[in-house]
């Protein structure tokens, strides 16, 4: 399965993003769509990460992925290859998405038989913090590799996420990371983030993620 | 010296920053001032591999950083404790710098007694690929944690670029990297980009850097 829907966003006519971002909220708790956006630096492990968050939840949700990239289909490609619903968004050398580029994209993927809609933005810890996609709640990656002092460098992105999942602990040893610190810098930006441990490639962690993902998409349907 | 001096950047008032950049460039080159643009994901390790730079050429040439970053100080002061001149510019949230912010920042630190000024660009391997800072040459780095694929997934920035240091390369055993099909990524994109790995940690591949660096620079000086 080497072939994926690709989807050219067109950019947003809406001045008010903030605006079209809290209608968006509102159709897709209506309509019992949760919608995760996936952010983080390039290369820090997002589609690895879904990769195993499909794993963990695909039989007890049903899940729909949206890859954003400025350019390529490797990342819906790998995605496709777990059997959940998956299109690759571009966004034609834009730097991030927002609210109707994901309302463009959701009714791309189709989501009325789907629990769960993840939107992997693209990889960048500046722009797709300033925009508010309309999702149910924020989650970003940062990895081991890229050093505990993000979030003292890119507030913001620190600031607007429900979650953290530090990735690739298993590389830890090899690497100047102080992880107590990191999860203080974190708190410093944004105090009610909760924060993951997590191994992509090893699965580590990617139950606790995967339980708290459940509690919120549960929490949305009551 | 835990201090250094902070500029806040003022957003572009030029319509065309491709004409600033030009004429920027060419005072450079008149003034005999090389400017390197240094970009690369967050982490990927710029700071480290400047501080390496600096330690192989500051008997050599006389070295000025520009440190951008959104917000936090880090960066200047590490680069200040190597003994070179160095300012933080602060670019209030801004994703990239462009032509004027980087002429604001080469009076702000002062060039006539510089031959490499240096501005390591704000970690995002999307906009800063957008806007020409004017730079006598581009740099980027790419570290191994990072995958091989992102010149599939960030054309523009591998376009762009007259060098590509691939850092990190110390943790090649724990990460699934294919070093000759990076470089085959790169050359798809820009064939004339030089690669260049290096260990910004140990030094490796950093004498060889440092050659390009100064035999560029005695290029802009005939």
């Not at 390039?42 to 589609?47: A, C, E, L, R, Y």
């Not at 797709?128 to 979030?151: C, H, Q, R």
């Not at 040893?173 to 090893?202: G, H, Q, S, W």
Request: with cysteine; glycine share 6%; charged share 30%.
């Amino acid at each position: 399965m080497d072939k994926v829907r690709v989807i050219e966003i067109k950019q947003s006519v809406f001045a008010n993003n903030d605006k079209q971002a809290d209608i968006l909220r509102e159709e897709n708790r209506k309509n019992g769509v949760f919608l995760l956006n996936l952010m983080s630096s390039p290369g820090s492990g997002k589609t690895t990460t879904l990769t195993r968050t499909i794993e963990a939840l695909k039989d007890k949700i049903k899940i729909g992925v949206m890859e954003a990239d400025i350019d390529s289909d490797v990342d819906a490609i790998k995605i496709a290859k777990t059997g959940v619903k998956s299109i690759q968004l571009h966004t034609g050398g834009m730097c991030h998405l927002d609210a109707s580029m994901t309302k463009q994209g959701l009714e791309e993927l189709g989501t009325d038989d789907i629990d769960l809609a993840i939107l992997e933005n693209v990889g960048n810890l500046v722009c797709p913090a300033e925009f508010d996609t309309g999702a149910t709640k924020n989650a970003m990656i940062l990895s081991v590799p890229e050093g505990e002092d993000k979030p003292l460098k890119y507030p913001l992105m620190f600031s607007v996420c429900d979650i953290v999942l530090i990735n690739k602990i298993d590389v830890m040893p090899y690497f100047d990371f102080d992880l107590e610190k990191c999860k203080e810098y974190i708190k410093m930006r944004n105090p009610k983030a909760k924060v993951i441990p997590i191994c992509a490639k090893t699965g580590e962690g990617i139950s606790e993620w995967a339980q708290w993902l459940l509690e919120n998409i549960n929490a949305l349907k009551q």
